[in-house]
């Protein structure tokens, strides 16, 4: 299954939250139109590498959230990150993951019943 995400600029989230086009409960982002929910974590997009060494990771142009830069090893400070030999320019944020909502599925007693109902209703006369 494969996880919907979206980088989200904290100037962007500023922008959607004063135009009334978005809203936060806790860690979930609501989007007004559409009513979907993101999860969200900090997170960053890596916009250029700028020591001029190789971008061995091929971290440009990616975003990555909190636990991912953890385990890359990469160390965050204002609008750069810092990994082994190299450091990035990056634009800081939040990575949203889509909450599904689960649709619950009927209890077995629940469509017996059903089954009986729809069973009389057709039948009984």
């Known amino acids: 299954m494969i996880t919907s995400r979206l980088f989200i600029s904290q100037l962007a989230l500023d ?3 004063g135009e009334g086009r978005a809203k936060i ?3 979930e982002l609501t989007d007004a139109k559409t009513k979907q929910r993101f999860r969200l974590i900090t997170g960053v997009r ?3 590498e ?3 060494a ?3 990771k091929s971290l440009v142009g990616t ?3 909190a636990d991912q830069l953890e385990s890359l090893g990469a160390e965050l400070l204002s609008g750069s990150v810092l ?3 190299n450091a990035y ?4 944020g939040f990575v949203g993951t889509l909450v599904v909502v689960d649709v619950a599925k009927p209890k077995p007693r629940a469509q017996t019943i059903a089954s009986l109902q729809a069973f009389f209703l057709n039948n009984v006369k």
Do not use: I, N, R
Not at 89 to 92: A, D, L, M, T
């Open 15 to 17: 922008q959607w939250l």
């Open 25 to 27: 409960e806790g860690e």
């Open 54 to 56: 190789p971008d061995l």
């Open 63 to 65: 975003v990555k959230d």
């Open 83 to 85: 990994l082994g030999d």
């Open 89 to 92: 320019e990056v634009q800081e």
């Open 46 to 48: 890596f916009v250029s």
């Open 50 to 52: 700028v020591t001029g």
